[in-house]
């Protein structure tokens, strides 16, 4: 299952990672039996084309969708770009296997590597921009279950929704 972790507006980034709030995703059984919500995609762009809630395992780079405050997240609501939404995914990437790392571990390697990725996709350094960031990433449960390793990075505008990317944003 994965987890989110999101870094808000700290004066440290450490400090946020630390205080953010964690919520655990994704219901693995339900998806075993009945397969994972795949969002309706253009065959052409592949960007998702209607509103629906899709499986937290088929989130791509360039997906907008509006983050849910729960404990658990089997399924995120995804939207056209073009509509209202909180969130968008700007990076993604696979931890190397091996046995679970630990939290702690896991979430370094997705601060490292979704900060990293920021600024080539907003067009600013993070630490410059007004914008936050958050990511799935895999709990022990999904490692060790699924063959989880991805990490999913997002960005949203801590001011409210935003319609459209936030590609090259520069704020």
């Known amino acids: 299952m994965p987890s989110i972790v999101r870094v808000a507006r700290p004066a440290a980034i450490a ?13 693995a059984i339900g998806d075993l039996l ?3 919500a795949q969002p309706e995609r253009d065959e052409t762009t592949q960007e998702i084309v209607e509103s629906a809630d899709a499986d937290v395992f088929a ?3 360039g997906d907008c969708l509006n983050m849910i405050a729960a404990d658990e997240v089997e399924t995120v609501p995804v939207v056209p770009c ?7 995914v700007f990076h993604e990437f696979q931890i190397p296997e091996g046995e679970y790392p630990g939290d702690d571990a896991v979430i370094a390697a997705a601060e490292e590597s979704c900060l990293a990725a920021f600024e080539p996709f907003i067009g600013l350094p993070f630490e410059e921009s007004t914008l936050d960031v958050s990511w799935y990433v895999p709990t ?3 490692w060790e279950g699924m063959d ?4 999913s990075c997002m960005v949203s505008d801590p001011a409210g929704e935003v319609t459209g990317t936030l590609k090259n ?3």
């Open 15 to 27: 400090a946020a990672a630390l205080l953010a709030a964690s919520l655990t995703g994704c219901g």
């Open 34 to 36: 009945s397969g994972p």
């Open 59 to 61: 989130l791509r780079v």
């Open 82 to 88: 073009g509509e209202p939404h909180s969130d968008e």
């Open 140 to 142: 022990q449960q999904s």
């Open 148 to 151: 989880d390793r991805t990490v």
């Open 169 to 171: 944003a520069q704020y």
